[in-house]
Antibody, heavy 118, light 105 residues
Framework: QVQLQESGPGLVKPSETLSLTCAVS?????????WGWIRQPPGKGLEWIGS???????YYNPSLKSRVTISVDTSKNQFSLKLSSVTAADTAVYYC???????????WGQGTLVTVSS | EIVLTQSPGTLSLSPGERATLSCRAS???????LAWYQQKPGQAPRLLIY???SRATGIPDRFSGSGSGTDFTLTISRLEPEDFAVYYC??????FGQGTKLEIK
């Protein structure tokens, strides 16, 4: 059974960098799925942030591309998100996820609320 | 950029009724890349349908998807109490619709 678990600070100051990690269990990251991050501001809809393959190939939402870095650590079976220069508009529940690229997001973490505030 | 528009924004129905949710794309999309998700309060989304019409593992057969080109539909044949939630369509991984809230009438 594939499980994903996000970890990282729940509070980030404006202009700083948001950093989250997603630990994957029950499946090897190197086995073939794509992995990524989706966020959801309170009371709003879902927004794809970006995705990565175990080879390191990345795809980013154009609206966030200049501020986003997604990386993978196959030795630890985890992947990470960095979002720089955050503002209050980046306050959201951040989900890590995995699935078949372009087809479907099959697996989701439980989500972690990140609040941007001084 | 493809935009997905879901309608209605809110659908009020009773258990046992049939629900029909619409997802319209601003330009033609491949059916292979059209998925539907269910999200309950405080929970992560759950994959229901992929490839426009294929049910994900463990999804009851009262859920069905159809459509092609720019118009796609999620149908719940007979609503169960646990089906009241928000539903999102998605095109590839890039784009989500704004969601349809299915509420108890």
């Amino acid at each position: 059974q594939v499980q994903l678990q996000e970890s990282g600070p729940g509070l980030v100051k404006p202009s700083e960098t948001l950093s989250l990690t997603c630990a994957v269990s029950g499946y090897s990251i190197s086995s073939g799925y794509y992995w990524g991050w989706i966020r959801q501001p309170p009371g709003k809809g879902l927004e794809w942030i970006g995705s990565i393959y175990h080879s390191g190939s990345t795809y980013y939402n154009p609206s966030l591309k200049s501020r986003v870095t997604i990386s993978v650590d196959t030795s630890k079976n985890q992947f990470s998100l960095k979002l720089s220069s955050v503002t209050a508009a980046d306050t959201a529940v951040y989900y890590c996820a995995g699935g078949r690229w372009l087809y479907s997001i099959d697996y989701w973490g439980q989500g972690t609320l990140v609040t941007v505030s001084s | 950029e493809i935009v997905l528009t879901q309608s209605p924004g809110t659908l009020s129905l009773s258990p046992g009724e049939r629900a029909t949710l619409s997802c319209r794309a601003s330009q033609s999309v491949s059916s292979s890349y059209l998925a539907w998700y269910q999200q309950k309060p405080g929970q992560a989304p759950r994959l229901l349908i992929y490839g426009a019409s294929s049910r994900a593992t463990g999804i009851p057969d009262r859920f069905s998807g159809s459509g092609s080109g720019t118009d796609f539909t999620l149908t719940i044949s007979r609503l169960e109490p646990e089906d009241f939630a928000v539903y999102y369509c998605q095109q590839t991984w890039y784009t989500f619709g704004q969601g349809t809230k299915l509420e108890i009438k």
